[in-house]
């Protein structure tokens, strides 16, 4: 990159730009905590239309002038400034640079479809419910209810009820028999004492 500055026509370069020494400028960019590098940080000089991005390792270079105000940014972190010396004297600067995060608090918004709460309440009392979908007791009978049951598609839960039961059957094929109900020494204690404390004499 240093090579292609040095090759730019000298249109390209303003008048106060040769009679100043040209610095390598390069480092790497942290967080605040300086532990990860920062990638993708945009460096430029804003009167002079050059700059550079950070790579993936948070690592950039490039050439600046003497006396240039070179700008990091991010967003959502704060920008920061870095001002070449003047007397600069050597020909290469390097520099590590930590930024932080740019917190700003938004102050709350409601959002009403009425101008004002009273019209807003005016609007519901005013409100003709016979114009809508009547939600009556007829929607709600046992009859519509079912067939909206077995017209409406599994939901995520019952579908994944279902997959981990499917692989609990094919592991059990696979590694042994299905256990018997009836031979489970639980089940029947389970039932003895639903006997005993009348729970299927309270079902009738």
Do not use: C
């Not at 400028?25 to 550079?52: E, F, M």
């Not at 930024?99 to 009273?118: C, G, K, S």
């Not at 939600?135 to 598609?153: C, I, K």
């Amino acid at each position: 990159m240093l090579l292609a500055f040095f090759a730019w026509p000298e249109g390209l370069l303003a008048q106060d730009d040769r009679d100043r020494k040209i610095v390598q400028l390069s480092g790497i960019i942290l967080n605040a905590d300086s532990t990860v590098a920062i990638p993708g940080v945009n460096i430029y000089v804003p009167k002079k239309g050059r700059g550079t991005s950070s790579n993936r390792f948070g690592y950039f270079s490039m050439p600046v002038v003497a006396g240039d105000s070179v700008v990091f940014s991010f967003i959502g972190l704060k920008r920061q400034t870095l001002k070449i010396p003047e007397d600069i004297k050597e020909d290469k600067l390097s520099y590590i640079l930590t930024m932080i995060e740019d917190e700003v608090a938004l102050a709350e918004v409601e959002v009403m479809p009425y101008p004002t709460e009273e019209e807003f309440k005016n609007a519901i009392l005013a409100m003709n419910m016979d114009d809508e979908i009547p939600l009556n007791r007829g929607n709600l009978s046992p009859q519509l209810l079912l067939r909206w049951a077995e017209e409406m598609p599994a939901s995520g839960n019952e579908n994944f009820r279902h997959f981990t039961n499917q692989q609990t059957m094919q592991n059990m094929d696979r590694y042994g028999p299905r256990p018997l109900p009836l031979l489970n020494p639980f089940a029947w204690a389970q039932f003895i004492k639903s006997i005993k404390d009348g729970d299927l004499r309270r079902r009738d």
